[in-house]
């Protein structure tokens, strides 16, 4: 495996919640309270579902300037703010297999802001190694025992 998609792994292994390195902060106090401000929107108001969601558009919400909410999201997460967004993304579409719900994985892949299946099935894969349809079928047998 090439260095450069072992660092993308880790990066989205930290983002998942799967890897639990702290990662090191070297910004100010104005990007950190930016950056934290933002991260509290992204939860609480589940921006990460908007299809549309764009830094521009996060920084807005957070009042604040994109170049902060760039800086915080690299140097706390390890990754730009695609990959920090689509992590997000994936980790709601988790959830939502594990769950009750029996919609479809366009459905699903609809709900947690993904533009197609595709795009889900890409990201899903690269911060699990398997594809949801996987996971599903995974979850529900193992719930069958």
Known sequence: MSSRRGDFLKKLLYLSGLLYEKPVLYTSATVEKAGRRADQLMASELLFLDPALTISKLARAAA???SYISCYIRM???????EYVNSMRVRHAYE???SEKRDSLSDIALECGFSNLR???RSYKAVFGKLPSQERREYLRNRAL
Do not use: I
């Open 64 to 66: 604040t300037n994109k």
């Open 76 to 82: 706390t997460k390890g990754c730009n703010f695609r």
């Open 96 to 98: 939502l297999l594990r």
């Open 119 to 121: 795009t889900m099935n």
